[in-house]
């Protein structure tokens, strides 16, 4: 483009993308919307269990990026928020039920009592079966503005990613392996990729199918996911023995105490953190066909890598 005075027009760069602004602003609508999807009726008691947990905060990651891919796709929060609530009622789930005592026995959960700690054990375990169960009717039936089948086929995906062949599947092997010293790598990665990176993954792809990815999208999207859960896991592992208390706003230290084989007991601290920025930069490799429009998942990816809690 030339001005008029037969100069070259300088080329506009686009500004830099915001990731505080971005998340501060996801946060505040996601909040507002699990505030609204959870009414308290009677029995009382079962709804303020599963509000507590709910609406405990948190970085809300896992809705920020299912409404993020879905926008990179082309839809909308609008088509996405319904399925970005249920991922956090899932995940909201499994804390609950991960710190019962019969699991991780944990007291402390971002930054406040565990729900058995408040409600007892038993009103904790219907409050997590209460949350995974309303999850799926809430996806059914608020969903607006996208075709019934991608609604099915997100439905089917969660429910493999949550049950025996994805989360529980993962918590079951992590518990088996407790005490263990011998466990291997492949082993751990088992672990993860199924307790925690199949719902991060289903963040993504779900995002996806809700606004109508192609296959080989989706394949991009579900390689940038697997590895970003991967990585988040990591992270995890060495934040356990870097962190306090205060800082997770849960028990630090735990995995020593449960004697849990973590990647830092593998591999060690620093290689730990390099080979997470390497599946980061892996992650990244997937996005690039998608352009400025990938800046959102590029920019939540690396704050994996960076992220104190």
């Known amino acids: 483009m030339v001005a008029t005075d037969g100069r070259p027009t300088p080329k506009r760069e686009s500004p830099a993308f915001d990731l505080s602004t971005y998340l501060k602003e996801r946060q505040v609508q996601v909040e507002a ?15 303020e269990a599963m509000r507590y947990s ?12 299912c409404i993020a891919t879905c926008e990179l796709a ?11 609530c249920a991922l956090e009622m899932i995940h909201t789930m499994s804390l609950i039920h991960d710190d019962l005592p019969a699991m991780d026995n944990d007291d402390y959960r971002r ?27 809430y996806i059914a039936a608020q969903t607006k503005g996208v075709p019934a089948e991608r609604v099915l086929q997100v439905i089917a995906w969660l429910g493999h990613a949550v ?14 392996s407790e005490g263990k010293l011998d466990i291997q790598e ?15 993954e289903s963040c993504v792809v779900c995002g996806g199918i809700l606004a109508g990815v192609t296959n080989s999208e ?21 934040l356990d023995i870097t962190s306090t208390q ?15 084989v973590t990647y830092p007991s593998l591999w060690g601290i620093e290689t730990s953190k390099a080979k997470a920025q390497e599946l980061i930069e892996a992650a990244k490799t997937q996005l690039e066909p998608f352009g400025e429009k990938a800046e959102p998942l590029i920019a939540l990816a690396e704050f994996i890598t960076s992220r104190t809690n």
């Not at 991009?220 to 970003?228: E, F, G, M």
Request: negative net charge; without cysteine.
């Open 74 to 84: 082309g839809g909308t929060m609008e088509m996405a928020m319904p399925t970005a």
């Open 33 to 47: 919307a699990l505030d609204r999807s959870l009414p308290i009726i009677y029995p009382e008691t079962i709804y």
């Open 246 to 260: 205060e800082e997770l706003g849960k028990t630090a230290g735990k995995d020593l105490q449960a004697q849990k």
């Open 218 to 238: 989706m394949e991009r999207l579900s390689r940038y996911a697997q590895n970003i859960g991967l990585a988040f896991q990591i992270i995890d592992d060495i």
């Open 111 to 137: 930054g406040q009592l565990t729900n058995h700690k408040v409600y007892g054990e038993d009103m904790a375990i219907l409050a997590g079966d209460g949350l995974l169960a309303y999850a799926f009717e």
């Open 163 to 176: 049950g025996a062949g994805g989360l529980v599947g993962g918590q079951v092997v992590d518990l088996q």
């Open 54 to 65: 709910l609406l405990a905060g948190g970085k809300r990651l896992r809705p920020i990026l």
């Open 186 to 200: 492949e082993t751990l990665t088992y672990i993860h990729t199924h307790k925690t990176g199949a719902l991060l």
